[in-house]
Protein backbone atom coordinates (compact mmCIF):
# COMPACT_ATOMS: atom_id res chain seq x y z
CA UNK A 1 0.00 0.00 0.00
CA UNK A 2 1.31 3.21 -0.91
CA UNK A 3 0.19 6.34 0.56
CA UNK A 4 0.06 10.46 0.39
CA UNK A 5 -1.09 12.87 2.85
CA UNK A 6 -3.46 15.21 1.70
CA UNK A 7 -4.41 18.71 2.79
CA UNK A 8 -5.67 17.82 6.03
CA UNK A 9 -2.49 16.10 6.66
CA UNK A 10 -3.43 12.43 6.58
CA UNK A 11 -3.25 9.62 4.62
CA UNK A 12 -5.83 8.31 1.73
CA UNK A 13 -5.10 4.93 0.27
CA UNK A 14 -3.63 5.09 -3.44
CA UNK A 15 -4.45 1.15 -3.99
CA UNK A 16 -7.40 -0.31 -2.88
CA UNK A 17 -7.08 -2.66 -0.30
CA UNK A 18 -9.35 -4.36 2.78
CA UNK A 19 -12.72 -5.59 2.36
CA UNK A 20 -15.43 -3.86 -0.35
CA UNK A 21 -17.25 -2.57 2.28
CA UNK A 22 -14.76 -0.43 3.97
CA UNK A 23 -14.39 1.22 0.33
CA UNK A 24 -18.16 1.73 0.10
CA UNK A 25 -18.48 3.30 3.24
CA UNK A 26 -15.20 5.62 2.22
CA UNK A 27 -17.38 6.85 -0.99
CA UNK A 28 -20.51 5.65 -1.40
CA UNK A 29 -23.84 5.62 1.52
CA UNK A 30 -22.91 5.61 4.88
CA UNK A 31 -24.05 2.70 6.88
CA UNK A 32 -26.83 3.27 9.38
CA UNK A 33 -25.37 4.23 13.18
CA UNK A 34 -24.69 1.75 15.46
CA UNK A 35 -25.24 1.92 19.31
CA UNK A 36 -22.19 1.24 21.46
CA UNK A 37 -22.91 -1.97 23.46
CA UNK A 38 -23.52 -1.51 27.03
CA UNK A 39 -23.67 -4.65 29.36
CA UNK A 40 -21.12 -7.41 29.18
CA UNK A 41 -22.71 -10.98 27.56
CA UNK A 42 -22.12 -13.81 30.00
CA UNK A 43 -19.55 -15.32 28.50
CA UNK A 44 -17.21 -11.90 28.98
CA UNK A 45 -18.36 -11.98 32.47
CA UNK A 46 -17.25 -15.43 32.82
CA UNK A 47 -13.68 -15.02 31.13
CA UNK A 48 -13.18 -11.87 32.85
CA UNK A 49 -13.81 -13.79 36.48
CA UNK A 50 -10.68 -16.46 34.64
CA UNK A 51 -8.65 -13.54 34.01
CA UNK A 52 -8.68 -12.65 37.94
CA UNK A 53 -7.99 -15.99 38.52
CA UNK A 54 -5.27 -16.11 36.59
CA UNK A 55 -3.68 -13.28 38.45
CA UNK A 56 -3.95 -14.42 41.36
CA UNK A 57 -2.66 -17.72 41.20
CA UNK A 58 0.08 -16.20 39.26
CA UNK A 59 1.61 -14.30 41.70
CA UNK A 60 0.66 -16.68 44.58
CA UNK A 61 2.66 -18.67 42.91
CA UNK A 62 4.88 -17.30 40.94
CA UNK A 63 3.95 -19.72 38.18
CA UNK A 64 2.21 -18.17 35.01
CA UNK A 65 -0.86 -19.02 34.39
CA UNK A 66 -2.98 -18.22 31.64
CA UNK A 67 -6.85 -18.86 31.68
CA UNK A 68 -9.25 -16.96 28.70
CA UNK A 69 -9.02 -14.65 26.60
CA UNK A 70 -7.63 -10.87 26.91
CA UNK A 71 -10.34 -7.97 28.10
CA UNK A 72 -8.98 -5.44 26.75
CA UNK A 73 -6.66 -4.78 23.27
CA UNK A 74 -5.04 -1.99 22.31
CA UNK A 75 -4.85 -2.36 18.60
CA UNK A 76 -2.69 0.14 16.70
CA UNK A 77 -4.33 1.69 13.37
CA UNK A 78 -1.41 3.28 11.65
CA UNK A 79 2.14 4.83 13.08
CA UNK A 80 1.35 7.95 10.33
CA UNK A 81 0.95 11.35 12.46
CA UNK A 82 1.08 14.68 10.65
CA UNK A 83 2.00 16.57 14.02
CA UNK A 84 5.32 16.54 15.71
CA UNK A 85 4.86 16.23 19.31
CA UNK A 86 8.56 16.37 21.23
CA UNK A 87 7.79 13.24 23.67
CA UNK A 88 6.36 11.34 20.65
CA UNK A 89 8.53 8.87 18.98
CA UNK A 90 6.40 8.69 16.06
CA UNK A 91 6.41 12.99 16.00
CA UNK A 92 9.87 12.86 16.30
CA UNK A 93 10.24 10.30 13.38
CA UNK A 94 12.48 7.84 15.92
CA UNK A 95 10.10 4.89 16.00
CA UNK A 96 12.57 1.95 15.59
CA UNK A 97 10.42 -0.21 13.65
CA UNK A 98 8.77 -0.45 10.23
CA UNK A 99 5.76 2.30 9.81
CA UNK A 100 2.02 1.32 8.15
CA UNK A 101 -1.65 0.95 8.89
CA UNK A 102 -3.72 -2.07 9.41
CA UNK A 103 -6.38 -3.34 6.56
CA UNK A 104 -9.75 -4.11 7.71
CA UNK A 105 -8.94 -7.61 6.57
CA UNK A 106 -5.83 -8.20 8.91
CA UNK A 107 -7.93 -6.36 11.89
CA UNK A 108 -11.15 -9.03 11.09
CA UNK A 109 -8.41 -11.87 11.26
CA UNK A 110 -7.35 -11.02 14.49
CA UNK A 111 -10.81 -9.95 15.81
CA UNK A 112 -12.88 -13.09 14.33
CA UNK A 113 -10.04 -14.71 16.32
CA UNK A 114 -10.69 -13.91 20.36
CA UNK A 115 -13.56 -15.42 21.77
CA UNK A 116 -15.21 -13.79 23.95
CA UNK A 117 -14.75 -10.58 22.25
CA UNK A 118 -12.28 -8.22 24.58
CA UNK A 119 -15.03 -6.11 26.54
CA UNK A 120 -12.84 -3.04 25.36
CA UNK A 121 -10.95 -1.75 22.36
CA UNK A 122 -8.51 0.73 22.51
CA UNK A 123 -8.18 2.26 19.11
CA UNK A 124 -4.40 4.16 19.84
CA UNK A 125 -1.18 3.10 20.11
CA UNK A 126 2.08 5.35 18.48
CA UNK A 127 0.16 7.66 15.38
CA UNK A 128 -2.76 9.16 14.57
CA UNK A 129 -5.55 6.25 14.00
CA UNK A 130 -7.87 8.35 11.80
CA UNK A 131 -5.08 8.40 9.44
CA UNK A 132 -5.91 5.10 8.44
CA UNK A 133 -9.28 4.90 6.39
CA UNK A 134 -10.22 1.93 7.80
CA UNK A 135 -10.72 3.09 11.44
CA UNK A 136 -14.63 3.25 11.46
CA UNK A 137 -14.80 0.21 9.66
CA UNK A 138 -12.85 -1.40 12.11
CA UNK A 139 -14.99 0.16 14.76
CA UNK A 140 -17.94 -1.19 13.49
CA UNK A 141 -17.04 -4.85 13.44
CA UNK A 142 -15.55 -4.56 17.01
CA UNK A 143 -18.65 -3.24 17.99
CA UNK A 144 -20.58 -5.64 16.31
CA UNK A 145 -19.17 -8.35 17.86
CA UNK A 146 -20.39 -6.88 21.16
CA UNK A 147 -16.85 -4.58 22.40
CA UNK A 148 -17.17 -1.12 23.71
CA UNK A 149 -14.49 1.18 21.43
CA UNK A 150 -12.53 3.93 22.56
CA UNK A 151 -10.20 5.86 20.20
CA UNK A 152 -7.49 8.63 21.07
CA UNK A 153 -7.40 11.41 18.41
CA UNK A 154 -5.34 14.97 17.57
CA UNK A 155 -8.84 15.81 16.28
CA UNK A 156 -7.55 17.52 13.14
CA UNK A 157 -8.70 14.46 10.78
CA UNK A 158 -11.94 15.30 11.78
CA UNK A 159 -11.81 18.54 10.08
CA UNK A 160 -13.21 16.50 7.26
CA UNK A 161 -17.29 16.31 7.73
CA UNK A 162 -17.79 12.73 5.91
CA UNK A 163 -14.92 11.33 8.35
CA UNK A 164 -16.51 13.03 11.53
CA UNK A 165 -19.64 11.43 10.31
CA UNK A 166 -18.91 7.59 10.08
CA UNK A 167 -16.74 7.81 13.29
CA UNK A 168 -20.07 9.21 15.34
CA UNK A 169 -21.81 5.97 12.83
CA UNK A 170 -19.36 3.46 13.55
CA UNK A 171 -20.70 2.63 17.50
CA UNK A 172 -18.03 4.53 18.79
CA UNK A 173 -18.19 4.76 22.34
CA UNK A 174 -15.87 7.46 23.55
CA UNK A 175 -13.86 10.27 21.93
CA UNK A 176 -10.82 11.37 23.63
CA UNK A 177 -9.64 14.39 22.45
CA UNK A 178 -5.88 14.92 22.50
CA UNK A 179 -5.24 18.65 23.58
CA UNK A 180 -2.71 20.12 25.47
CA UNK A 181 -3.57 23.69 24.61
CA UNK A 182 -6.81 26.09 24.89
CA UNK A 183 -5.27 28.29 22.32
CA UNK A 184 -3.64 28.20 19.21
CA UNK A 185 -0.10 29.29 20.74
CA UNK A 186 -0.20 27.08 23.14
CA UNK A 187 -1.46 23.85 21.50
CA UNK A 188 1.24 24.05 19.01
CA UNK A 189 3.87 24.41 21.73
CA UNK A 190 3.32 20.44 22.08
CA UNK A 191 1.53 19.44 19.08
CA UNK A 192 4.27 20.79 16.91
CA UNK A 193 2.36 21.35 13.25
CA UNK A 194 -1.16 21.81 14.64
CA UNK A 195 -3.65 23.88 13.92
CA UNK A 196 -6.35 24.55 16.42
CA UNK A 197 -8.47 25.88 14.29
CA UNK A 198 -9.16 22.48 12.39
CA UNK A 199 -9.21 21.06 16.14
CA UNK A 200 -12.51 23.32 17.28
CA UNK A 201 -14.19 22.63 13.59
CA UNK A 202 -13.23 18.61 14.38
CA UNK A 203 -14.87 18.80 17.49
CA UNK A 204 -17.70 20.72 15.86
CA UNK A 205 -18.40 18.52 12.92
CA UNK A 206 -18.62 15.45 15.83
CA UNK A 207 -20.90 17.60 18.18
CA UNK A 208 -23.12 18.90 14.78
CA UNK A 209 -23.42 15.22 13.44
CA UNK A 210 -24.36 13.92 16.88
CA UNK A 211 -27.12 16.28 17.32
CA UNK A 212 -28.39 15.69 13.98
CA UNK A 213 -28.78 11.91 14.11
CA UNK A 214 -29.77 12.03 17.50
CA UNK A 215 -27.13 10.43 19.34
CA UNK A 216 -25.38 10.13 22.58
CA UNK A 217 -22.43 8.62 21.47
CA UNK A 218 -19.17 8.69 20.84
CA UNK A 219 -18.93 10.94 24.45
CA UNK A 220 -16.19 13.50 23.77
CA UNK A 221 -13.40 13.36 26.50
CA UNK A 222 -11.19 16.12 26.21
CA UNK A 223 -7.51 14.83 27.79
CA UNK A 224 -5.51 17.94 28.88
CA UNK A 225 -1.91 17.03 30.03
CA UNK A 226 -0.40 19.33 32.30
CA UNK A 227 2.98 21.27 30.66
CA UNK A 228 4.69 24.03 32.42
CA UNK A 229 3.56 26.47 29.92
CA UNK A 230 -0.51 25.34 29.67
CA UNK A 231 -1.06 25.48 33.40
CA UNK A 232 -2.90 29.32 32.88
CA UNK A 233 -5.08 27.88 30.07
CA UNK A 234 -7.21 25.25 32.69
CA UNK A 235 -10.17 27.41 32.60
CA UNK A 236 -10.39 28.72 29.36
CA UNK A 237 -10.21 24.74 28.20
CA UNK A 238 -13.73 24.34 30.39
CA UNK A 239 -15.19 27.47 28.97
CA UNK A 240 -14.41 26.15 25.36
CA UNK A 241 -15.28 22.38 26.30
CA UNK A 242 -18.69 23.77 27.46
CA UNK A 243 -19.03 26.10 24.19
CA UNK A 244 -18.31 23.20 22.09
CA UNK A 245 -20.34 20.45 23.14
CA UNK A 246 -17.64 18.20 25.00
CA UNK A 247 -18.89 15.98 27.95
CA UNK A 248 -15.95 15.88 29.92
CA UNK A 249 -12.14 17.49 30.85
CA UNK A 250 -9.65 15.64 32.40
CA UNK A 251 -6.58 17.41 33.18
CA UNK A 252 -3.89 14.95 33.73
CA UNK A 253 -0.04 14.14 34.02
CA UNK A 254 2.65 14.04 31.54
CA UNK A 255 4.70 11.08 30.70
CA UNK A 256 7.89 11.99 29.58
CA UNK A 257 9.58 9.99 27.00
CA UNK A 258 12.97 10.92 27.93
CA UNK A 259 13.74 11.00 31.75
CA UNK A 260 16.85 13.14 31.30
CA UNK A 261 16.78 16.13 33.77
CA UNK A 262 16.51 19.14 30.96
CA UNK A 263 13.43 17.43 29.65
CA UNK A 264 11.87 17.33 32.98
CA UNK A 265 13.09 21.45 33.47
CA UNK A 266 11.39 21.94 29.97
CA UNK A 267 8.10 20.91 30.33
CA UNK A 268 6.70 19.98 33.63
CA UNK A 269 4.91 22.08 36.28
CA UNK A 270 6.84 23.33 39.19
CA UNK A 271 3.74 22.63 41.44
CA UNK A 272 5.19 18.60 42.42
CA UNK A 273 1.25 17.82 42.71
CA UNK A 274 1.04 18.11 38.88
CA UNK A 275 3.64 15.76 38.07
CA UNK A 276 3.97 12.28 38.32
CA UNK A 277 8.12 12.57 38.69
CA UNK A 278 10.47 13.61 41.05
CA UNK A 279 14.06 14.67 40.13
CA UNK A 280 16.91 12.18 41.52
CA UNK A 281 19.90 13.51 40.81
CA UNK A 282 20.32 13.74 36.98
CA UNK A 283 16.80 11.48 36.38
CA UNK A 284 13.34 12.18 36.50
CA UNK A 285 11.94 9.13 38.71
CA UNK A 286 8.33 8.49 39.35
CA UNK A 287 7.32 9.86 42.34
CA UNK A 288 6.08 6.06 43.98
CA UNK A 289 7.82 2.92 43.12
CA UNK A 290 5.73 0.76 41.08
CA UNK A 291 3.95 -2.10 43.06
CA UNK A 292 5.33 -4.79 42.38
CA UNK A 293 2.87 -6.73 40.65
CA UNK A 294 1.09 -6.07 36.91
CA UNK A 295 -1.75 -7.48 35.57
CA UNK A 296 -1.93 -6.08 32.23
CA UNK A 297 0.28 -9.56 31.12
CA UNK A 298 -2.13 -11.19 31.95
CA UNK A 299 -5.54 -9.01 31.09
CA UNK A 300 -4.43 -7.26 27.85
CA UNK A 301 -2.39 -6.87 25.41
CA UNK A 302 -0.99 -4.39 22.24
CA UNK A 303 -1.09 -5.13 18.65
CA UNK A 304 0.72 -3.06 16.74
CA UNK A 305 -0.60 -2.20 12.84
CA UNK A 306 1.28 -5.33 11.25
CA UNK A 307 0.19 -7.54 13.86
CA UNK A 308 3.29 -8.06 16.15
CA UNK A 309 1.49 -8.33 19.94
CA UNK A 310 3.48 -6.75 22.32
CA UNK A 311 2.99 -6.78 26.06
CA UNK A 312 1.59 -2.96 26.55
CA UNK A 313 2.13 -0.11 25.27
CA UNK A 314 5.24 1.18 27.02
CA UNK A 315 7.00 -1.01 24.29
CA UNK A 316 6.92 1.47 21.42
CA UNK A 317 9.62 -0.48 19.60
CA UNK A 318 8.53 -3.42 19.74
CA UNK A 319 11.09 -4.67 21.43
CA UNK A 320 9.47 -7.43 23.71
CA UNK A 321 7.82 -8.92 20.60
CA UNK A 322 5.74 -11.70 21.73
CA UNK A 323 4.64 -13.44 17.95
CA UNK A 324 2.61 -12.11 15.47
CA UNK A 325 -1.45 -12.04 15.72
CA UNK A 326 -1.55 -12.19 11.57
CA UNK A 327 0.58 -14.59 10.77
CA UNK A 328 0.37 -17.02 13.69
CA UNK A 329 -2.89 -16.18 15.32
CA UNK A 330 -4.01 -14.12 18.16
CA UNK A 331 -4.94 -17.17 20.33
CA UNK A 332 -1.95 -19.06 19.81
CA UNK A 333 0.58 -16.09 20.44
CA UNK A 334 -1.35 -15.28 23.82
CA UNK A 335 -0.30 -18.85 24.66
CA UNK A 336 2.95 -19.26 23.72
CA UNK A 337 5.82 -20.03 25.04
CA UNK A 338 7.71 -17.14 24.41
CA UNK A 339 4.73 -15.14 25.87
CA UNK A 340 4.67 -17.19 28.64
CA UNK A 341 8.62 -16.10 29.44
CA UNK A 342 7.97 -12.67 29.37
CA UNK A 343 5.38 -12.96 31.94
CA UNK A 344 7.23 -15.38 34.45
CA UNK A 345 10.24 -12.69 34.13
CA UNK A 346 7.93 -9.86 35.16
CA UNK A 347 6.92 -12.27 37.81
CA UNK A 348 10.47 -12.76 39.14
CA UNK A 349 11.24 -8.84 39.71
CA UNK A 350 13.59 -8.84 36.39
CA UNK A 351 11.42 -6.10 34.58
CA UNK A 352 12.78 -5.09 31.47
CA UNK A 353 13.88 -1.05 31.71
CA UNK A 354 10.48 0.22 29.89
CA UNK A 355 8.34 -1.05 33.28
CA UNK A 356 11.00 2.03 35.16
CA UNK A 357 8.00 4.86 33.09
CA UNK A 358 4.93 2.81 34.11
CA UNK A 359 2.23 3.39 36.13
CA UNK A 360 0.57 0.28 36.49
CA UNK A 361 -0.70 -0.19 39.84
CA UNK A 362 0.00 3.40 40.45
CA UNK A 363 -3.35 4.98 41.30
CA UNK A 364 -2.68 7.70 43.06
CA UNK A 365 -1.19 10.16 40.48
CA UNK A 366 -3.71 13.17 40.09
CA UNK A 367 -6.31 13.73 37.57
CA UNK A 368 -8.78 16.09 37.92
CA UNK A 369 -12.34 15.00 36.06
CA UNK A 370 -14.67 17.56 34.82
CA UNK A 371 -18.23 16.77 33.73
CA UNK A 372 -19.15 20.02 31.14
CA UNK A 373 -22.22 18.32 30.13
CA UNK A 374 -25.24 16.26 31.80
S1 LIG B 1 5.62 -1.49 31.40
FE1 LIG B 1 6.01 -3.38 32.58
S2 LIG B 1 4.80 -3.15 34.47
FE2 LIG B 1 4.02 -1.66 32.96
S3 LIG B 1 2.32 -2.69 31.95
FE3 LIG B 1 4.15 -3.03 30.71
S4 LIG B 1 4.98 -4.99 31.42
FE4 LIG B 1 3.52 -4.29 32.98
Given at each position: MTERADGAGFAEPVAADGAPAAATERSGTLPPPL???????CAQLVNAGKLLGAVAASYLTRRAFVWGAPAMLMVEPATLCQLHCPHCPTGRGELNRPGGRISLADFRRIWDSLRPPPLLLQLWNQGEPLVNPDTPAIIRHAVTAGTKV???TNVEPLVRERLAERIVRSGLHTLILSLDGATAESHSAYRVGGDFTKVER???NVVETKRRLGLKHPRLQWQFLLFRHNLSERKLALRHARSWGVDEVVFNTAQLESLKREQGERWLPDDENLRRYVLRGNRWELKRRPRPFCTRIFASAVVQWDGTVVPCCFDKDGRHSLGNAISAGFPEVWRSG???AFRRRILSGTRP?????CTEGLNRLYAETHRTRV
Open positions: QPRRRPTTLSGIRRYREMCAN
